[in-house]
């Protein structure tokens, strides 16, 4: 069965601090990752996607792939009180069959 | 461009009453995904149509259906509702031919008494 873990948290970071989230997967052949940031009682709003080996940044967000030891990573710099949210990781297996597979989420919160 | 909508935003039913929501994909997406969001029980794959099809199914029982429109809108059903049915009820729209990003709509709050 196709997984994906994540710590649920509390993650508690100070503010200005670098936020670093995890998330593992089972799925050898998986081919693409998605962080989704989703506020209390709000729905998921799509953060980042990354497809290959390596860094990607937009703004003060970096995700990180390693298929070799399966795991993405999310890292928030200068992390802010409106980042507090939980953070889903979703991936797309091989063999997918139209379905994303999900993590339960980690709670972020920034203290001030 | 528009984002995905989905109506009613809340909705209170009573048990044994069936519902229909909706939802309105982002322009030139073809694939609709539904999803169920309880608090312990995180994001629930419901099902996924594209072209008016359905590919994949999640394990719920046969109370939940769906359909997708020619014009990509989709429809879910749920009818002799449970207490248990109470869950925000997210659709996700995205490109379809292959999975890739999905952008979620603002959901229906649904709550069964």
């Known amino acids: 069965q196709k997984e994906v873990e994540q710590n649920s948290g509390p993650l508690s970071v100070p503010e200005g601090a670098i936020a670093s989230l995890n998330c593992t997967y089972s799925?050898?052949?998986?081919?693409?990752f998605f962080w989704y940031r989703q506020y209390s009682g709000k729905s998921p709003e799509l953060i980042m996607f990354?497809?290959s080996n390596g860094d990607k940044e937009d703004g003060r967000f970096t995700a990180q792939l390693n298929k070799a030891s399966q795991y993405v990573s999310l890292l928030i710099r200068d992390s802010q009180p409106s980042d507090s949210a939980t953070y889903l990781c979703?991936?797309?297996?091989?063999?997918?069959?139209?379905?994303?597979?999900w993590g339960a989420g980690t709670k972020l919160i920034i203290k001030p | 461009k528009a984002g995905v909508t989905q109506t009613p935003r809340y909705l209170i039913k009573t048990r044994g009453q069936q519902v229909t929501l909706s939802c309105s994909p982002i322009?030139?997406?073809?694939?609709v995904s539904w999803y169920q969001q309880t608090p312990g029980q995180g994001l629930q794959f419901l099902f996924e149509?594209?072209?008016?099809?359905?590919?994949n199914k999640g394990n719920f029982p046969g109370r939940f259906s769906g359909r997708q429109f020619s014009n990509s809108r989709s429809e879910m059903n749920v009818s002799t509702l449970e207490l248990g049915d109470s869950a925000l009820y997210l659709c996700?729209?995205?490109?379809?031919?292959?999975?890739?990003?999905?952008?979620f709509g603002p959901g229906t709050r649904l709550t069964v008494t």
């Open positions: 996700a729209s995205s490109w379809g031919t292959d999975l890739y990003e999905q952008y």
């Open positions: 322009s030139g997406h073809r694939s």
């Open positions: 149509y594209f072209s008016e099809t359905q590919r």
């Open positions: 799925d050898r052949g998986s081919q693409s």
């Open positions: 990354i497809y």
């Open positions: 979703a991936v797309n297996p091989m063999d997918s069959n139209y379905q994303l597979i």
